[in-house]
């Protein structure tokens, strides 16, 4: 058992704080050996460590990254560049040979009369000959410089000439940083004063027996020490007791079982892909690589893409391991959602898995939230219930559904302490008279005055025929089957898990019964992301970054839902949600839900109409347009026809005069039809926005091949 010190030192960023008696709400992992790949060598780590990191533009990759400049240098063409060389060359010749030969004057040769003594005048002086020689030298080197640098020669050397037959190599090595500059000495740690605690983690970084996610995980606890969180002793003695292994994730694991993606924590970037070689992309951000952090998430992704397109394997996944890693460094809390099977990451990389339908689920998922307050799980219920029959056009009214709700969920939980269960609601909703007559016996004992008349609203509007209930009961009935028969348990017998738990860097995966029970996991997974934007909104630590990953958001898009991931970004929040079609979102919403997501991504494949929607949204751009025009050129002399007629024979084509128009023009950054169908395989246009409020246009990206 770890020491009182040791557990302070962990802090609120590594281990949950005590939970109040009743059932859990964040269950704890089962224990398990943590396993992780093998640990590096201590050169690799400090290798990975010192690698430059300069600040770039939103969505570049900085590990090891090398500015371009922003604007592209003017690319000659190769004909008109050797053209030009030559001819260059041919009129230095000739400057050369008239000045030899006397045609324009001896002028050249007076510094060279003003220089020579009477002496050396002798012709067979061997000092005069050298002089002489040495100055036609120098006046013939001036004149092949000048045509040199007119020609270009340099930029041919460079392009054609044995800089380019020799292999590219990688750059040379930085400079070994100073020792106050050196992360890997913990600069930051000695000043403090905890020069002990530093000497052992570089110890232990130099020797290979620290991590990326232990360096990410002890700068986040000393983040914890420079803001008061800990003191400075706890974490000292956590250290020197532990050394990399100190301040560890509740579940014990320093690192991920697998990762397929390439990661850098010291960012917090994954990356995906790298900015492709286009004239659509600016320049500055051709050939660097494409990455994702906390810092873009904030402000929640919309990924939209046929079938087989890609959104799980080269984005969900990637993304979700990356935040798994953030969560074992203490800086994140992580909710991945999708089908089971849908490879979205192996069970051992999480702390809670949530297998909705399957009965070796360990965990079961709180079907209200982890409320106790009857109106907010009425909020919540009814958006996972009814959200996705809401009119979607602004002013709509969706309040009926929470009324109902809360007209049942307040009595119920007053006279029984707990809110009812799947089949009860069910009958409740259904306005059995046994349920509801037990009820309201129940609060005329207990003198509930103020919920009897709530009850007695309920049971007068069981009889209009405009009352919502019989619809939440039809919904509630897809979730009220054999197969969650041991599911949405509130009785306290089963291991619910609530998202109230985000308060912790806890690591959930949630799988569901996508086949057979399609509209309950729709059902379902509308109740995950009203839970999730509700209990972010209410946490007490908005430093740790929490992120919800819906692998598919098909049904999932309501009005509240859109305004719900607006508010993400102000809670230190994010989600990121995929589509196979825009069409699976009323068209209504799909403005606002553009509007409100930061990042958006068009992978290959897309539809027309869906590129419609990303068209308007990235907007248009000014471009310089050039017209040219041909215009036949007709000789009046005989000899320019005679000219003309042999050009023509000689060309095949006639004699023309070509005009060049530039000028300014309005363009869509990408255009309907170049999203469906000028989009290579493989690769997807994103757009990025940070929490700062730093701007990515659209780009064009490789996906594949990125791999670790």
């Not at 203490?330 to 949530?354: F, L, N, Q, S, T």
């Not at 809401?390 to 009214?397: F, I, K, L, R, V």
């Amino acid at each position: 058992m770890d020491s009182d010190a040791n557990r302070d030192a962990r802090g609120t960023h590594a281990n949950p704080v005590p939970r109040p008696a009743g059932p859990p709400r964040m269950p704890a992992a089962p224990p398990r050996p943590p396993s992780a790949p093998p640990l590096p060598d201590g050169s690799a780590f400090l290798s990975w460590l010192r690698t430059p990191r300069p600040e770039a533009a939103p969505g570049v990759w900085r590990f090891g990254y090398r500015p371009r400049p922003d604007a592209e240098p003017e690319l000659i063409p190769a004909r008109q560049l050797l053209s030009g060389a030559v001819i260059a060359f041919l009129v230095g010749w000739l400057i050369w040979s008239l000045l030899w030969n006397g045609y324009l004057g001896g002028w050249w040769l007076l510094p060279l009369y003003a220089m020579i003594p009477d002496s050396w005048v002798d012709p067979h002086s061997f000092t005069a000959v050298i002089v002489v020689y040495a100055y036609y030298t120098l006046v013939a080197g001036t004149i092949m410089v000048g045509v040199g640098r007119l020609g270009r020669w340099g930029e041919i050397w460079r392009r054609y000439g044995p800089p380019a037959w020799r292999p590219r190599t990688a750059p040379a090595a930085e400079r070994p940083p100073a020792p106050e500059e050196d992360p890997a000495v913990w600069p930051a740690l000695r000043a403090a004063g905890a020069a002990d605690a530093a000497e052992r983690l570089a110890a232990e970084a130099r020797t290979g027996l620290m991590r990326d996610v232990d360096h990410a995980r002890i700068t986040r606890a000393w983040q914890g020490v420079r803001t008061g969180r800990h003191s400075l002793a706890t974490f000292t003695g956590a250290v020197l007791k532990d050394g990399a292994a100190a301040c560890p994730h509740p579940s014990g694991a320093r690192d991920l079982p697998a990762r397929q993606a390439r990661h850098d924590l010291v960012t917090g970037q994954v990356r995906l892909g790298t900015t492709a070689d286009d004239p659509r992309n600016p320049y500055a951000y051709r050939g660097t690589g494409l990455a994702l952090g906390p810092e873009l998430l904030g402000t929640s992704l919309l990924a939209v893409g046929p079938a087989g397109s890609g959104k799980t394997g080269t984005l969900v996944r990637p993304l979700a391991e990356s935040l798994c890693l953030h969560a074992l460094a203490g800086r994140a809390a992580v909710v991945v959602v999708g089908a089971a099977g849908a490879g979205i990451g192996p069970a051992e990389a999480y702390d809670v898995v949530v297998r909705i339908g399957n009965p070796d689920s360990v965990y079961d998922l709180d079907l209200y939230g982890g409320t106790n307050d009857p109106d907010e799980a009425a909020a919540v219920l009814a958006e996972a219930l009814v959200g996705d029959l809401a009119d979607p056009h602004p002013g709509n009214d969706s309040r009926r559904s929470t009324t109902v709700l809360a007209q049942l969920l307040g009595p119920f939980r007053a006279v029984h302490g707990r809110f009812p269960s799947v089949p009860e609601l069910r009958q409740l909703l259904d306005g059995a008279p046994g349920p509801l007559a037990e009820l309201r016996k129940a609060l005329q004992r207990a003198g509930q005055d103020s919920l009897l008349r709530e009850l007695d609203a309920r049971e007068r509007q069981l009889a209009h025929p405009g009352d919502v209930a019989g619809v939440l009961a039809d919904r509630v009935a897809l979730l009220d089957r054999p197969a969650f028969a041991g599911f949405f348990d509130t009785s306290g017998q089963s291991r619910p898990f609530s998202l109230k738990a985000l308060d912790h860097p806890v690591r959930v995966r949630v799988d569901l019964p996508e086949r057979g029970h399609a509209d309950a996991s729709r059902i379902l997974a509308r109740l995950v992301l009203a839970q999730f934007t509700a209990s972010v909104a209410v946490r007490e630590d908005r430093s740790l970054f929490a992120c919800l990953v819906l692998d598919d958001a098909t049904g999932v898009v309501t009005p509240e839902a859109v305004r719900g991931i607006q508010r993400l970004r102000s809670g230190n929040a994010g989600a990121v949600l995929t589509l196979r079609t825009l069409d699976d979102v009323p068209r209504p919403l799909r403005g606002p839900l553009l509007g409100a997501t930061g990042c958006r991504m068009a992978l290959a494949g897309l539809t027309p109409w869906d590129g419609q929607d990303f068209a308007e949204v990235w907007g248009k751009e000014w471009t310089e347009a050039r017209d040219v025009t041909d215009r036949q050129i007709i000789a009046d002399s005989p000899a320019g026809k005679a000219w003309h007629a042999v050009r023509r024979v000689i060309t095949g084509k006639a004699a023309t005069a070509r005009a060049v128009t530039v000028r300014q023009v309005e363009r869509e950054r990408w255009s309907a039809s170049d999203l469906a169908h000028a989009m290579p395989p493989g690769h997807a246009v994103l757009s990025l926005t940070s929490v700062r409020g730093e701007h990515a246009p659209p780009l064009l990206v490789d996906l594949r091949d990125e791999r670790v």
